[in-house]
């Protein structure tokens, strides 16, 4: 049975578009790969990059985020092509399967990849994140398909991309969430750079039903 801890947070937990994640959360301002933000709040106190393909990360979209004190958190993989965009800021830079901490958060990195398509190689170090916020576990998976790394994620909320192509399709993706268990899952990636709204459904409908299936895009 969800607990309403679980229900609770989805209320702090915005999806702006694609892959691009909100967490609000003991008075900080968390972004994952922020893309196609259509405001600028100006409010970030630390931001996730996953990698570096455009609609993860976005310099134009970083401007209408950072502060002064904006700390920024990618793998070590990224390091030259964020260098100019996080200039003048703490920089956290981690290999996957590693483990941090950053303003009071904590978190891991998860390995991000396609192990039989060419477009997230593992050798390039990409990541997923799980944070540690409030007590619960939520795993951000960035850009992969399932692998041994993403099936053995233990997480309250799962935020998976479900587009296809480059990533799971949904019937991967719901497979996935039926493996790890999360009590909320969220479909992310798609609907407008990969898949298609119509791809919600076909995940929702293939989740076991004792999983919540929760729609923010």
Known sequence: M??????????????????????????KVLYVDPFMLT??????????????HFDHFSPEDVEKLRKADTVFVLP??????????TAGHRVVMLSPSA??????????????YNPAKPFHPRANGWVG?????E???????GDTDATEESMAVRCDIAMLPI????????????DLANLIRPRVVIPIHYGSVAGCPKDF???????????VVHQVI
């Open 2 to 27: 969800v607990m309403n801890r679980e229900i609770e947070f989805l209320n702090q937990i915005t999806v702006n578009a694609h892959s691009s994640v909100r967490i609000e959360t003991g008075g």
């Open 39 to 52: 405001e600028a709040p100006l409010d970030a106190d630390v931001i996730f990059f996953t990698h570096s």
């Open 76 to 85: 070590e993989s990224m390091a030259s092509e964020a260098a100019q965009t």
């Open 99 to 112: 483990r941090g901490l950053v303003e009071g958060i904590e978190f891991e990195t998860v390995p991000a």
């Open 129 to 133: 994140y799980v944070l540690t916020v």
């Open 135 to 141: 007590g619960l576990r939520v795993y951000i998976a």
């Open 163 to 174: 587009g296809g192509k480059y990533t799971m399709d949904p019937a991967e993706a719901a």
């Open 201 to 211: 459904k076909r995940f929702a409908s293939r989740v076991d039903r004792s999983i």
